[in-house]
């Protein structure tokens, strides 16, 4: 699993950090993947309004949002936010990166497509705040929850904490540490305890990207369903983002583990678990440790600009899926 923490806070080593680098350890002790975007350091401008992304579906300003705040949102199973509270909402440099994914609110609601990954991934929020009224948290939370369906994360729970001012106050907690471990158990283990499917395609990242999603669809959140590719490969190709679109799926940012991270995930497949192989059968380089439960299905990589072949196979693809059944 894939976690990624969007840490909010202006200050070097305050609460709040200290907070999400505590939730993300406990999660990296679950077995769980981790990364920090710290928006403060974050060089992206601030939504400009300029419509574009209701219209057409991405983003015109041109920075570092697109490699560092967009692609890894749609890479993670959970996304955590932490900040401290501002005028009872989230900082500035939090809310700058929020108000620039109304990008995916925007392919969501204004072009109605759909993300594979909603029904598997999770959002959760973690704040501190120097003072102690009864209504503290209610804006944060709010910002929160809708941040989070615009990324189509399901919004799972909080941990926030008041009369945290100066630097060092939320460590003297005695109660933190305990919260934080059953946290961190309860969001991850909603999904890792779950069965996997693994598709893997042997040249670019079309068809398994393709048939992952199909698979999710189907699946709605009951298995892990992950894409692979044995070789790093370009990024989606935008014939198969067209394609899969045509379906009212978003593929716009999907991504795929490579070498290095899906042979550590196939160490831990279970006799539950399954592979499928998207290629020939001479180009196979393994049975990863699952003979009696991979699958091949020779289906060859769609040809660059030919949209009538990404076509056929995105076809032939669904319908393998779906003859997959419960899996």
């Known amino acids: 699993m894939f976690v990624l923490g969007i840490q909010g806070s202006p200050r070097k080593n305050g609460n709040s950090q200290f907070l ?7 999660c990296e002790a679950l077995g769980a993947k981790t990364h920090v975007i710290h928006t403060p350091g974050l060089d992206i401008s601030p939504c400009k309004e300029l419509l574009v992304c209701e219209k057409k579906g991405f983003c015109p300003l041109k920075d570092k949002m697109e490699i560092l705040g967009y692609q890894m949102i749609k890479k993670a199973d959970v996304v955590i936010l932490a900040s ?11 809310k700058i990166f929020i108000d620039r994914c109304q990008m995916f ?29 009864k209504r503290l948290f209610e804006g944060v939370e709010l910002t929160a929850k809708y941040f989070f369906d615009a990324v189509s994360a399901d919004f799972t729970g909080s941990l926030t904490y008041k009369k945290v001012e100066d630097a060092g106050d939320i460590i003297v ?29 042997d040249h670019g990242r079309s068809r ?40 009212g799926l978003d593929l716009k940012y999907g991504s795929v583990l490579f070498p290095e991270d899906f042979a550590q995930a196939f160490e831990k497949l ?11 059968k001479n180009q196979r380089p393994t049975d990863f440790g699952l003979p009696e439960r991979t699958i091949i299905w020779e289906i060859p990589e769609p040809e660059p600009g030919n949209y009538k072949f990404v076509l056929d196979a995105r076809k032939r ?5 779906k003859s997959l059944g419960g899996f």
């Open 270 to 280: 279970s006799p539950h678990d399954r592979v499928v192989y998207i290629g020939t």
């Open 84 to 94: 401290p509270v501002f005028f009872y909402n989230v900082s500035a440099q939090a």
């Open 208 to 247: 398994s990207l393709m048939a992952a999603a199909f698979a999710k669809e189907e699946a709605q959140g009951r298995i892990r369903v992950s894409a692979a590719g044995l070789t790093a490969g370009e990024p989606p190709k935008q014939e198969m983002i067209k394609a899969m679109a045509d379906c």
């Open 317 to 321: 693809i669904q319908a393998k899926v």
């Open 173 to 201: 907690r005695p109660e933190l540490d305990q919260e934080i471990q059953e946290a961190a158990a309860h969001v991850l283990s909603q999904e890792m305890d779950k069965k996997q499917l693994f598709f893997v395609s």
């Open 20 to 26: 999400l680098s505590s939730f993300l350890k406990a």
């Open 105 to 133: 609110w925007g392919r969501k609601y204004k072009l109605g497509l759909k993300d594979p990954d909603r029904f598997s991934r999770q959002g959760f929020l973690l704040s501190v705040a120097a003072s102690g009224g």
